[in-house]
């Protein structure tokens, strides 16, 4: 994985609070057998009509949305199903990082997992966000800090290690098989 | 005792740097969310590392349509036949057992668990799905994963976990007739949100727990998830040792003698301290029915749509569902009723729904699906004649699957009509574009279909 320090972009904003994963990517969508080609089909449902044409008023299909980075959405983000092909969807569309006051513990885990930084915020900032949206927001993973243009600032809570994972481009799996003499002693220990 | 469960895998503790390495009893795999796993593997040149604590079948995207599945007609999506293809291929290829289209013992992955007896009190259970939370009910540990994670426990049965926070619900009272666990755990939903439970786990307590078969158990903790909790869990206790001795895969003789001395150090201490309680009267709850398009939208089935003025997100749940604010939910009109999946496709849901429709037709014009949670579930229910009630009352009886929980098979609901449904999530498009999802038990399902719009189980169970 590629180290992540900085996201710098702006917005787009979905209000919705409960923005569930197969809104994000609906199930039909989930028979690939491959990571890549998800964005296309990224919040299908709101984004395409039936003929399968742009719907003009849904906020990632307005000019001014072309090109961000940074999706802010309501409470509760991300709850529902534990495909990771949301956080997969929303990366091969071009976001790489998502606030919300709160996000779903799942949806939350892959997306640390797969290089896409959760962002959570207290409510004023994110009804701030919410209200201005297209507003240029710089995230900062060394500090943990998600900058306004006012030039306020907030600090976000983010899992230490997988912090350091995703500063660094440090794999996952490759910690975990550095640990297999521990795994080897503990089954040993237990006879699983 | 989620403590003690915890404790006991800990392979590494966690530290302030780092999360602990938690020892996994038993991966559940599934052709859905596998084939990038497996990819993984293939490109480190990394084997499955425990193919027996590793167990594979498929649900989310197999047929349902017997000719599909035994009478060699191909199956209708040719990206669906795909995913089923690659995981016999994966399967093989790395020395993982599948239970596969045509096997005895296939059906939707939370359901073969517990019924094959191979999910057991005390384990660590992850499966790259949700619902997993299903197999707590048992008294396990058990969590979705995501594929990245899916990875990681094939290569290494570990996964890199923070210890999350408890949460007791407490429950009360003696549910009153024509009230099932799926009107309970909607309750419960109902009452804390859809994200009440986000960084916990459940353990769901109390008499009325106590008093719940285990199909019900699995009902309450599979949905679990609805409310933001990865894991719920139920104490072991004399159902669960009943329900799982002689199972398949459960220990046998000797071996479950000491399983079950095992078993009996689980539950959670006298004394024990959650980091958040909530109590519920079990007495006091009613069939219940969602309205909206997340499953805390939830409202007694002789209730109306509540009135919330000046909430977008509200509004827009009601006009994607073409219903009215402050309108009774009863008399709605329904076309579609889904009977199965995770939470209501085991076998005394199919035989609470047979309760209703014996001797009934469904309504002119609505379609009802019975979809068994698994193989051995539509074999027992066929041995008693439900099949038959079914079939009699003009409902479809399909082999076993996800189906229409999520439509990814190609069985969906059409744009714009009503769905009630016994699965576990209302989204919107969830059961197919534009379909309109309305979550309910079994009972209130079956009398849905006869009545051909939104009714209360309890005016057809009296006569």
């Known amino acids: ?192 | 005792m989620f403590e003690k469960v915890w404790e006991q895998h800990q392979v590494i503790p966690e530290t302030a740097d780092t999360p602990a390495v938690l020892y996994i009893d038993l991966h559940l795999i599934h052709e859905v969310t596998s084939p990038q796993a497996f990819t993984v593997l293939r490109q480190r040149g990394l084997p499955v590392r425990r193919t027996d604590l590793t167990l594979a079948t498929m649900d989310h995207s197999t047929p349902t349509r017997t000719e599909q599945v035994f009478g060699g007609a191909p199956i209708a999506i040719e990206s669906a036949a795909k995913q089923v293809r690659q995981l016999e291929t994966n399967c093989p290829a790395f020395g993982v057992e599948l239970l596969g289209l045509r096997d005895s013992q296939r059906g939707i992955v939370h359901i073969i668990g517990p019924e094959l007896g191979i999910t057991q009190p005390g384990k660590t259970v992850v499966c790259g799905d949700s619902h997993t939370s299903t197999h707590g009910a048992l008294g396990a540990l058990a969590f979705g994963i995501g594929t990245t994670e899916v990875g990681h426990v094939l290569a290494t049965q570990c996964l890199l976990q923070r210890k999350p926070r408890t949460l007791a619900i407490n429950v009360s009272g003696k549910l009153r007739p024509g009230v099932t666990a799926k009107d309970l755990i909607l309750t419960i939903i109902g009452k804390i949100g859809v994200s009440g439970g986000t960084g916990h786990v459940i353990e769901y307590r109390g008499e009325t727990i106590r008093a719940l078969d285990m199909d019900g158990r699995m009902t309450v903790c599979n949905m679990s998830i609805e409310a933001g909790a990865r894991a719920g869990m139920i104490a072991p206790d004399e159902t669960t040792y009943a329900y799982l001795s002689g199972r398949p895969r459960a220990p046998q003789g000797a071996a479950w003698d000491r399983a079950v001395e095992r078993w009996k150090q689980l539950p959670t201490d006298a004394g024990a301290r959650f980091n958040k309680e909530v109590d519920v009267d079990g007495a006091a709850i009613e069939p219940m029915i969602t309205y909206g398009t997340h499953p805390g939208m939830v409202v007694p089935i002789s209730g109306s749509i509540p009135v919330s003025q000046d909430d977008p997100v509200f509004a827009k749940a009601l006009a994607y569902m073409g219903l009215e604010a402050g309108a009774p939910i009863k008399d709605q009109t329904v076309n579609v009723v889904f009977l199965g999946s995770c939470t209501n496709g085991r076998l005394s849901d199919l035989r609470s729904a047979a309760g209703i429709l014996r001797g009934h037709k469904i309504a002119k014009g609505v379609q009802m699906l019975v979809v068994p949670g698994s193989q051995q579930v539509k074999k027992e229910a066929e041995a008693e004649g439900l099949h038959k009630v079914f079939i009699e009352a003009g409902a479809e009886w399909r082999e076993s699957g996800c189906s229409m929980c999520l439509g990814m098979n190609g069985d969906t609901v059409a744009k714009g009509l009503y769905s009630v449904s016994t699965s576990n999530r209302n989204f919107e498009g969830r059961q197919g574009v534009g379909a309109r999802t309305l979550l309910a038990s079994p009972l209130t399902a079956a009398a849905c279909a006869v009545r051909g719009r939104v009714t209360d189980p309890r005016e057809l169970m009296n006569g």
């Open chain 1, 1 to 192: 994985m590629e180290p992540i320090k900085t996201v710098r972009s702006r917005t787009v904003v979905l209000p919705n609070s409960n923005i569930d994963t197969d809104q994000i990517i609906p199930a039909r969508f989930l028979t690939t057998t491959t990571r890549e080609g998800l964005g296309r089909h990224l919040f299908s449902e709101w984004r395409y009509d039936a003929q399968g044409a742009p719907r003009p008023e849904f906020a990632l299909n307005r000019p001014e949305a072309q090109g961000c980075q940074i999706l802010v959405a309501g409470r509760n983000l991300g709850c529902g199903s534990s495909r990771e092909h949301a956080p997969w969807a929303l990366l091969d569309y071009g976001f790489r990082a998502v606030v919300s006051t709160e996000i779903a513990d799942i949806f939350r885990n892959n997306s640390l997992k797969t290089g896409l930084l959760p962002v959570v915020v207290d409510e004023a900032t994110s009804r701030w966000l919410i209200d201005h949206p297209g507003a240029e927001v710089t995230i900062d993973l060394e500090s943990s800090t998600l900058t306004l243009p006012t030039g306020d600032w907030v600090k976000f809570p983010i899992e230490a290690f997988s912090r350091y994972c995703l500063l660094n481009g440090v794999d996952e799996l490759g910690f975990l098989l550095g640990r297999m003499d521990a795994i080897k002693a503990y089954e040993q220990r237990v006879q699983v």
